[in-house]
């Protein structure tokens, strides 16, 4: 009888390690930044709430707010706390303020520092919501990290 040997030799099982290896470098990054952006969508939605009822509170009051008490929202830290009567409130991914900008407002995202993400996502960085323009930029200490695929 003859003797076959069956199996996968040593070159062989390395070149299939290699193109795991090389997929996984390509892929990976591509899903931290995926999992951002849609933390980012996330703040995005926020932002609109909260434009909303300052346009509503500048209607009823004459003017816009700092307050989140003072808005017709109600916001729930990440603890189900109510943000009512805080000057920050911190949700899972963000903490979102509010500030007088002259005649208009700006609502401002931190990004919190999560556990055990890429570390070009790890927080510090801010986006700012312009409510006279419209537009969103990035800054806070971290603003490199945020890059405008982020945002728009």
């Known amino acids: 009888m003859k003797n076959v040997k069956k199996g996968f030799t040593l070159i062989e099982l390395l070149v299939v390690v290699l193109i795991i290896g090389i997929l ?4 990976i990054p591509q899903y931290f930044k995926v999992v951002e952006k849609s933390r980012v969508s996330e703040a995005q939605n926020i932002f609109t709430s909260i434009r909303a009822a300052q346009e509503r509170a500048l209607a009823r009051n004459g003017v816009y707010t700092t307050s989140f008490g003072a808005i017709d929202i109600t916001l729930k830290d ?3 706390g109510d943000c009512s009567t805080a000057a920050a409130c911190p949700m899972k991914y963000y903490s979102f303020t509010m500030a007088i ?21 790890n927080g510090g960085y ?7 323009t419209g537009g969103m930029t990035c800054g806070g200490a971290g603003a490199a990290n945020c890059t405008t695929d982020l945002i728009e």
């Open 24 to 27: 996984a470098s390509i892929a």
């Open 78 to 80: 990440k603890n189900g």
């Open 101 to 121: 900008a002259g005649t208009s407002y700006t609502i401002t995202a931190t990004r919190t520092t999560p556990p055990a993400v890429a570390a070009r996502y």
């Open 126 to 132: 801010s986006i700012i919501y312009n409510g006279l």
